[in-house]
């Protein structure tokens, strides 16, 4: 049996928003449940990110490693970002994301997957990309700032991703997600296999 994911609003009578920040906010929602009875909800309110597992012409994964304040480390990483622009397509966001982190662009480029990062308590969904055919980017090198001002840059075996993921020493949401996402889809049907580029995106929509 093939299982999938379905859309559904249990009835809000109240709303509130706590806090608003840069790019996210908290929002209380008093949410009546299947019974009838009450209950507060406190999550989230994000735009959307869009991640990118680029695959080189030697089966190696571009990551980048920056410090993550919340957790108290430094994270390798798949390089992402946050939709900046509401209705943005999500190809154009992850094509500039991978030029500002890596200062590369691909050829060919699919969906990996679709993902919520913390559907308890975010609404944050992220599309993860699978890039191919990368090559060295024209112009000159994005300049990051505050975390981004030292991350490191690498390339690495995708067996050697997942065999840290697997032993507990790799635990960033979309590296993990897209790294397996990315094991599954090369070792079954092929990458040819994957959702274009613009695939529909019901969790964030966007004009192609």
Same mark, same amino acid.
């Given at each position: 049996?093939?299982?999938?994911?379905?859309?559904?609003?249990?009835?809000?009578?109240?709303?509130?928003?706590?806090?608003?920040?840069?790019?996210?906010?908290?929002?209380?929602?008093?949410?009546?449940?299947?019974?009838?009875?009450?209950?507060?909800?406190?999550?989230?309110?994000?735009?959307?990110?869009?991640?990118?597992?680029?695959?080189?012409?030697?089966?190696?994964?571009?990551?980048?490693?920056?410090?993550?304040?919340?957790?108290?480390?430094?994270?390798?990483?798949?390089?992402?970002?946050?939709?900046?622009?509401? @209705?943005?397509?999500?190809? +154009? %966001? &992850? =094509?500039?994301?991978?030029?500002? /982190?890596?200062?590369?662009? *691909?050829?060919?480029?699919?969906?990996?997957?679709?993902?919520?990062?913390?559907?308890?308590?975010?609404?944050?969904?992220?599309?993860?990309?699978?890039?191919?055919?990368?090559?060295?980017?024209?112009?000159?090198?994005?300049?990051?700032?505050?975390?981004?001002?030292?991350?490191?840059?690498?390339?690495?075996?995708?067996?050697?991703?997942?065999?840290?993921?697997?032993?507990?020493?790799?635990?960033?949401?979309?590296?993990?997600? @897209?790294?397996?996402?990315? +094991? %599954? &889809? =090369?070792?079954?049907?092929?990458? /040819?296999?994957?959702?274009? *580029?613009?695939?529909?995106?019901?969790?964030?929509?966007?004009?192609?």
């Amino acid at each position: 049996m093939r299982i999938k994911d379905t859309p559904e609003e249990w009835r809000i009578t109240a709303t509130t928003t706590p806090f608003t920040g840069n790019k996210t906010g908290v929002r209380t929602d008093e949410v009546v449940m299947p019974d009838g009875s009450r209950t507060t909800r406190d999550y989230q309110v994000h735009p959307g990110s869009v991640a990118i597992l680029a695959l080189d012409g030697e089966g190696r994964v571009i990551v980048v490693r920056q410090y993550r304040h919340p957790v108290r480390q430094r994270l390798w990483e798949i390089p992402a970002g946050l939709l900046d622009i509401p @209705g943005e397509n999500p190809l +154009h %966001a &992850a =094509q500039r994301e991978l030029y500002e /982190e890596a200062h590369v662009k *691909a050829e060919d480029w699919r969906v990996l997957t679709d993902i919520y990062t913390s559907p308890g308590g975010s609404d944050e969904a992220v599309r993860i990309f699978l890039a191919r055919g990368v090559s060295e980017a024209e112009g000159e090198r994005y300049e990051g700032d505050h975390e981004e001002a030292d991350m490191e840059l690498a390339r690495i075996p995708l067996d050697e991703l997942i065999a840290g993921i697997l032993a507990g020493e790799l635990h960033n949401t979309c590296l993990t997600a @897209g790294v397996l996402a990315a +094991h %599954a &889809a =090369q070792t079954g049907a092929g990458f /040819e296999s994957l959702r274009p *580029a613009d695939a529909p995106w019901p969790a964030r929509p966007f004009e192609a």
